[in-house]
């Protein structure tokens, strides 16, 4: 019978968790719903958010307009959604291209040729019309610049910040005031020529046009990006009239053309994901494990129920390791439904902005799905033995709700390691608790598990030694009667 006990201990304990409506909705429900919910979420804010930042439109500041009147009119031609643009526009709508589609998969070219292919466009073609519609035989096929040529910035060209009379002074402008002026909206740049620009441009000579902007400010740098592609434009145009000009050939102006193309991996997005998902994993790794915990040791002393159970013919040692089973299992239950729900979201395509977003480049079959969960289970005996030892310590339930706060915390910083840039997976992270866990998880969701399988031994190694030395603190701990019994 005593061979059983912990068994039998961990029998009665489990049912009387999963009769606690707190406890399941932590240990099942939120992870199961909110790992899917909230990438969809942040998924289609990016994008909606985006567009709507593309699309707003801003004011933008000539601070001495005399000094390029040339490039000026250059600038509010382009500035809005006419010619070439509209051309552009209207030869997507006629494919059945959207805005969003192509922002979502702009920096994913694989993606990009998937979602003409899924379309049943053909490439080659789409190419050469849209090189016709723009009247640029060196068009750049790829979706960023099919919307930047279809949608370009929607600028509203000013000569002085609106709502304010007072106009530049021929010294330059005032940093502050134009801080200001971005600050609070009036503006989202401004552009400034150097004062012989005209006739630098007539003398066949290159000029200098400063665009100053708020880096803190995203309308500010969407204005920026906007301003560069306009001025990029103008000064293709310029070059192009000069050759012809000089009856020279064409590639007389850029004898080198350097073109670049991205190799498959991971995005911007899939890398912003790659450092959430460690993080929430861990997380909910601990919330699973936080309410079993608090109840099964300072609930009890709550309830008059740890007396009895003392009392019964088991030992200590099988009492400690049946409560501890029950809090790993919340864990680990809590982790798995959390990675689980990720997977079948991204397989049945609940999550296909992320998928078509990801352009197959989230790594996240089933191997990585096993190996991520086996990385989590010792750190779910760390967790579930970090926080029997707390609960039994406490003389409440609301006791130990306080306790567990700084704890959550020690534990949400190392967790968070993975958002930190620079910070890789080494000899030396991979022994440190937590650290090595989450930054494991983040080299698995970016596809370089095969690079860190020594790393992979070596966490498995230091966690379980390290959740193993808790779990005797734990045990220790609950033999002391000054510790069980606190008045």
Known sequence: MKRFAAMTVFKKELLDVSRDR??????????????????????????????????????????????APDLVA???HRATLVGRAQKIATLLEEKGLTEKELAVVRNEPQAFVKLLEERGIDSNAMAAELRAASEDEEFDFSAGNIIAAAFPPNFEIVTRI?????????????????????????????????????ARLAAGDATVVRVHYLQTSDSSVTALRGLKSIFRA??????????????????????????????????????????????????????????????????????????????????????VLGKF??????????????????????????????????????????G????????????????????????????????????????QMIIVLPAFVSFIPGVKLDWLTASIPVVNVSLALKEIFTGNLDQHLMHIGVIFLSTSVFGGLLLWFATWWFQREQVLFRT
């Open 325 to 366: 089973g029950v809090i790993l299992l919340a864990a680990l239950v809590s982790a798995f439904l959390a990675t689980a729900s990720l997977a079948a979201s991204l397989h049945l395509g609940v999550l296909s902005t992320f998928s078509m977003a990801s352009g197959g480049s989230f790594s996240f079959g089933t």
């Open 74 to 76: 250059g600038l509010k």
């Open 368 to 407: 990585e799905a096993v190996v991520a969960l086996l990385l989590v289970v010792p750190i779910g005996c760390i967790f579930a033995s970090l926080l029997l030892a707390l609960s039994i310590f406490a003389k409440s339930f609301k006791e130990a709700q306080s306790y567990s706060s700084p704890l």
């Open 162 to 198: 609106p709502g304010e009379t007072a106009t530049p002074t021929p010294a330059g402008p005032d940093p502050q005031a134009l801080v200001d002026a971005v600050r609070t909206d009036k503006i989202a740049a401004a552009i400034e020529f150097a004062p012989d620009a005209h």
């Open 234 to 319: 103008q000064g293709k145009e310029i070059s192009a009239q000069r050759i012809l000009a000089n009856n020279l050939p064409p590639g007389f102006a850029q004898p080198i053309k350097v073109q670049s193309k991205r190799l498959p991996g991971p995005s911007l997005l899939i890398k912003i994901m790659a450092q959430l998902l460690p993080y929430m994993i861990l997380i909910f790794a601990m919330l699973g494990a936080l309410y079993p915990a608090i109840d099964l040791g300072a609930g009890e002393k709550e309830r008059g129920t740890l007396e009895t159970l003392l009392a019964a013919p088991v030992s200590r040692l099988a009492i």
């Open 22 to 67: 707190r406890t399941l909705l932590f240990m099942l429900v939120i992870p199961t719903l909110s790992v899917p919910l909230l990438m969809w979420l942040l998924t289609d804010l990016m994008v909606h958010f985006t567009e709507k930042l593309a699309r707003e439109q801003v004011q933008v500041l000539v601070i001495n307009p005399e000094a």
